[in-house]
């Protein structure tokens, strides 16, 4: 430790200025972990047509599923995305993958909306739906 300040007092740092950057170090080190464990894991792809839920799809089992007629979606490493749409813009596929609670996917000429759920079944950690100023 006497080295490191040694060193760091010739180019003007001081030994407070060292336990200062170490202590947010471990700070911010210790934030990533706490938010890693606390976070609740995606259980579940709600996929819903009409507004009709028809099918809770597990995310830890990776698989492809066909909904209707005109939809393929994908589910592969806690992922979901949509492979295949007959619809003529292909905005769903474009989406790409969605993982996080409350994304979605939607394909509004089929009417197919797909909604990562969290674990307790809920599609949001928050209870209100709008915020504002």
């Known amino acids: 430790m006497n080295k490191l300040c040694t060193a760091a007092g010739q180019l003007?740092?001081?030994?407070?200025?060292l336990i200062l950057a170490a202590a947010l170090l471990l700070l911010s080190?210790?934030?990533?972990i706490l938010?890693?464990?606390i976070r609740p894991e995606p259980?579940?792809?709600l996929v819903r047509v009409n507004g009709t839920e028809i099918a809770r799809l597990p995310?830890?089992?990776d698989g492809t599923y066909r909904i209707g007629s005109g939809n393929?979606?994908?589910?592969?490493?806690?992922?979901?995305?949509?492979i295949y749409a007959d619809c003529?813009?292909?905005?769903?596929?474009?989406?790409?993958?969605?993982s996080a609670i409350g994304q979605s996917i939607v394909c509004a000429p089929h009417r197919v909306?797909?909604?990562?759920?969290?674990?307790?079944?809920?599609?949001?950690?928050?209870?209100?739906?709008?915020i504002t100023n």
């Open 12 to 17: 003007g740092i001081r030994r407070g200025d």
């Open 29 to 32: 080190a210790a934030a990533g």
């Open 35 to 37: 938010t890693l464990v």
């Open 43 to 45: 259980a579940c792809a």
């Open 59 to 61: 995310l830890d089992q």
């Open 72 to 82: 393929t979606i994908e589910i592969s490493d806690g992922k979901v995305r949509m």
């Open 88 to 98: 003529p813009d292909k905005i769903c596929v474009r989406t790409g993958e969605i």
């Open 113 to 130: 909306v797909i909604t990562i759920a969290g674990s307790d079944g809920k599609e949001s950690h928050h209870d209100y739906d709008v």
